[in-house]
């Protein structure tokens, strides 16, 4: 029996969904049965005639914090106990919590059904997050009006994983972040174009060649140069699982030169301390 990956989304705004969700690859693949996506109205499940969701906090301060009581019946009816094991990974979306990334996509593309509660206001009761043992992710440091943005983007990313939604496979693996790295730049026809201010601009010759290895190295070799540049944090943990190889391809060729041997290869690039054109240091 196939398992269909299953979202559901706790909002006050439900109308929010699928949105952007039901178009493109993501709208194909909930169209035909590959994903499925539940919203739960949170203020069905206030308790008073004018349907109240927030209340002031406690201690004084600006703007208004979503109640437990409401926001636990609410959790309960979607996900079900937080003892059960049928329950499933319940995600509050807020800006204090785990950065969402390839790892955590990953994780989350991979359970059978995954919650979401998307907060409003000042956020929710601290009570509630720890009553219904709720995992805190963020998609940055920066704040949204609510939660429900954040949610678009978390399940995109998922379902972009799931089988059968991308057209090709291969894609996947070649994108930003697949080996640690930033993605290589694309180019397309025509192979010269001239910009608004007419200056001529060409695909670098390399991609024309039709040599796959070279095209295969100078795409390493850019990814490495982009992340190196714009994202020092990726760039250090990429080097530092890739030191050793480095080290063994630099005394490689260190044992050519000495051999008298040319390299001309791209199998022997080395990346680290080389400051040649196409290599990154």
Request: contains cysteine; glycine residues 10%; proline residues 6%.
């Amino acid at each position: 029996m196939v398992t269909v990956w299953t979202v559901r989304v706790l909002t006050l705004f439900p109308e929010m969904f699928p949105g952007p969700l039901g178009v493109s690859l993501a709208g194909k693949a909930l169209e035909n049965g590959v994903w499925a996506l539940e919203t739960v109205d949170i203020r069905g499940f206030a308790r008073d005639k004018h349907r109240s969701v927030d209340d002031t906090p406690f201690g004084g301060g600006p703007g208004m914090v979503m109640r437990p009581d409401v926001l636990e019946a609410a959790l309960v009816a979607a996900a079900g106990d937080p003892e059960s094991p049928e329950r499933g990974r319940v995600l509050y979306l807020s800006p204090r919590g785990r950065v969402l990334d390839r790892e955590l996509v990953r994780e989350l593309a991979a359970e059978p059904r995954v919650t979401l509660l998307c907060g409003r206001y000042e956020g929710v009761d601290e009570r509630v997050i720890e009553a219904q043992r709720l995992e805190e992710v963020s998609l940055g440091d920066f704040v949204l009006s609510g939660g429900e943005p954040a949610a678009l983007v978390l399940i995109d990313a998922c379902v972009r994983l799931l089988p059968g939604v991308m057209g090709n496979a291969e894609t996947a693996g070649e994108e930003s972040f697949e080996r640690g790295l930033l993605e290589y730049p694309h180019y397309t026809r025509p192979a010269l174009w001239t910009d608004g201010r007419g200056q001529t601009r060409a695909v670098p010759e390399v991609l024309l060649s039709g040599h796959h290895e070279k095209v295969d190295a100078w795409r390493l070799a850019e990814a490495e140069r982009i992340t190196r540049a714009r994202r020092p944090d990726l760039w250090s943990r990429y080097a530092e699982a890739h030191q050793a190889e480095w080290d063994r391809l630099a005394a490689r060729r260190s044992r050519r030169r000495r051999n008298g041997k040319v390299d001309g290869g791209t199998g022997d690039t080395v990346r680290s301390g080389d400051k040649s054109e196409g290599q990154v240091s």
